[in-house]
C-alpha cells in the first residue's frame, strides 16, 4: 500500500515537471488527457494506442494564438503569418525527450499531420480531442474550434509517453457562446463567428439557457477557402488537358494560380491555414484577458499571472 502510494506521489511529481517544462517552453496551457476516454471517442485507427501500443499517458500542451496586432491586418496578410502551431510542435518535440531524459520512460511527439491512408481531411490523431479533453479548451460554435477563457484561441500539439500520469478533467464549463453571442443570435439567428465567415460554413443553434445546442460546420466550404493544397491537381490537369493554343499558358501562369506555385516554394502556411475571418469577430479569441502577448505583460504588472 505504502508503495503504492509512492508510486503515485512519484508521478504526480513527475506530471507537475512535466508541465512546468511545457510553460517554459512557452505553453500557456498544459494538461494530461484521460486515456480511456480517448481510445473510447477516437474511431478506430486514430487512437493513442494504434500509433504507440504501449502508450500510457497523452499529454497536451497549447501555445498562445496571435499578437494584438495580428488582428488589425487585412485577412489577405494574416493568411501568411497568423499561425503559430509550429511553436506548439517545437515545445512538444522538446517535452518529448525531456521524458525521455528525466523519467527512462519512452515517449513521442504525436504527429500532427494527415493520415497518408485516408486523404487530406483526416489526421492520425485528434490533438483538439486531446486537448478537450486535457481540459485546456472547449469546443466552440466556429466549427469546434478550442477556446479558453483566459487564452482565447490557442495552436495544439501531443505527447504520447508509456509514463502513467494522473490525468485532468475536461474544462467544467464551455465560455462559447458570450452573452454579446448570444444576444446577436436572438436578433439575427447567427453568432458573430457564424455571421462574419465568408462562405456562411458555420450554423448552429443556441438553447434558452444560452448554452450550445447544436454546432453544424460545412467542412469542404472552409476547406475551398482554407486548403489550398486541395486544389493543386485540379490546376495541374487544367493545364495538362489544355487544348485551346494559351489556355495551358493561362492555367499556370494566371496570377492566381501563380501564388499557389509562389506559396509551395516558401512552404507558407497560407497554403493550409484557416482564413481567421470567424477568429476575427470571436470575442473569446480577441478578448480573452490573457489573449497576447500584451494583455499577458499587462496581467504580469497588475501581479495577476
Ligand atoms: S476559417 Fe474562414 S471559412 Fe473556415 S469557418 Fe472560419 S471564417 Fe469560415
Ligand atoms: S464568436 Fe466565438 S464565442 Fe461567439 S459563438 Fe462564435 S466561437 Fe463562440
Known amino acids: ?3 503504492k502510494r509512492t508510486a503515485s506521489v512519484a508521478l504526480a511529481t513527475a506530471k507537475q515537471a512535466i508541465l512546468e517544462y511545457a510553460k517554459r517552453k512557452g505553453a500557456l496551457a498544459a494538461g494530461v488527457a484521460d486515456l480511456d476516454a480517448i481510445e473510447r471517442i477516437a474511431p478506430p485507427g486514430h487512437r493513442p494506442s494504434d500509433i504507440m501500443p504501449h502508450v500510457r499517458s497523452v499529454i497536451s500542451l497549447g501555445v498562445g494564438g496571435q499578437t494584438q496586432g495580428a488582428w488589425t491586418v487585412p485577412a489577405k496578410a494574416m493568411a501568411y503569418f497568423g499561425s503559430t502551431e509550429s511553436r506548439a510542435y517545437t515545445a512538444a518535440y522538446g517535452l518529448a525527450f525531456f521524458i525521455e531524459d528525466r523519467f527512462r520512460a519512452r515517449s513521442v511527439y504525436c504527429p500532427p499531420d494527415l493520415d497518408n491512408e485516408a486523404g487530406p481531411r483526416v489526421p492520425l490523431q485528434s490533438l ?5 479533453l486535457a481540459g485546456i479548451g472547449a469546443r466552440s460554435l466556429a466549427g469546434d474550434i478550442l477556446l479558453h477563457p483566459d487564452f482565447g484561441y490557442m495552436y495544439f500539439a ?3 509517453t508509456e509514463l502513467e500520469l494522473p490525468p485532468d478533467e475536461p474544462m467544467a464549463e464551455n465560455p462559447c457562446p458570450t452573452p454579446s453571442c448570444v444576444s446577436l443570435y436572438r436578433k439575427t439567428g447567427q453568432t458573430p463567428c457564424m455571421r462574419f465567415c465568408p462562405v456562411q460554413c458555420l450554423s448552429g443553434v443556441i438553447d434558452d439557457d444560452g448554452q450550445q ?37 493561362d492555367a499556370l501562369f494566371d496570377p492566381d494560380n501563380k501564388m499557389v506555385w509562389y506559396k509551395m516554394s516558401v512552404g507558407s502556411g497560407g497554403l493550409l491555414a484557416q482564413c481567421f475571418e470567424c477568429m476575427r469577430v470571436c470575442p473569446i479569441a480577441i478578448n480573452a484577458p490573457l489573449a497576447d502577448p ?12
Request: charged residues 25%; proline residues 3%.
Open 1 to 3: 500500500m505504502a508503495g
Open 128 to 132: 483538439k480531442l486531446h486537448a478537450e
Open 158 to 160: 501531443s505527447v504520447f
Open 213 to 249: 445546442a447544436q454546432m453544424h460546420y460545412d467542412m469542404a466550404k472552409c476547406a475551398e477557402m482554407s486548403q489550398q493544397y486541395e486544389g493543386m491537381p485540379g490546376l495541374i490537369a487544367d493545364a495538362i488537358n489544355a487544348l485551346e493554343p494559351g489556355a495551358q499558358e
Open 294 to 305: 500584451i494583455r499577458r505583460a499587462e496581467a504580469r504588472e497588475r501581479g495577476e499571472s
